[in-house]
Nanobody, 117 residues
Framework: VQLVESGGGLVQPGGSLRLPCATS????????MRWFRQAPGKERELVAGISSTSVSTNYRDSVKGRFSISRDNAKNMVYLQMNSLKPEDTAAYYC???????????WGQGTQVTVSS
């Protein structure tokens, strides 16, 4: 099983980044996908989630209207589009897969996003 995030980097406040997560080794279409983040000294927090069939999405309040999660089940990919970035969005971002019955869960290695002028 592999989940590989990319797309992180340094961006100025107000800028945008798109984080892809490439997955393999499991049946992607029956897993809900989520993005978490963890800033230094803080707990890991859920940023956004999308159901296995893309019917439903959810976001933490602080990113609503700025971030958008999407998936491509044909390519086994999930994306996090981040707009209007703020310094408080600085964190390592992690891709997560959890099976519909919650029995299996997988994590990526993370990609760093730094928002600073």
């Amino acid at each position: 099983v592999q989940l590989v995030e990319s797309g992180g980097g340094l961006v100025q406040p107000g800028g945008s980044l798109r984080l892809p997560c490439a997955t393999s080794g499991f049946t992607f279409c029956i897993y809900h996908m989520r993005w978490f983040r963890q800033a230094p000294g803080k707990e890991r927090e859920l940023v956004a989630g999308i159901s296995s069939t893309s019917v439903s999405t959810n976001y933490r309040d602080s990113v609503k209207g700025r971030f958008s999660i999407s998936r491509d089940n044909a390519k086994n990919m999930v994306y996090l589009q981040m707009n209007s970035l703020k310094p408080e969005d600085t964190a390592a971002y992690y891709c997560n897969a959890i099976r519909q019955d919650s029995y299996f869960e997988y994590w990526g290695q993370g990609t760093q996003v730094t928002v600073s002028s």
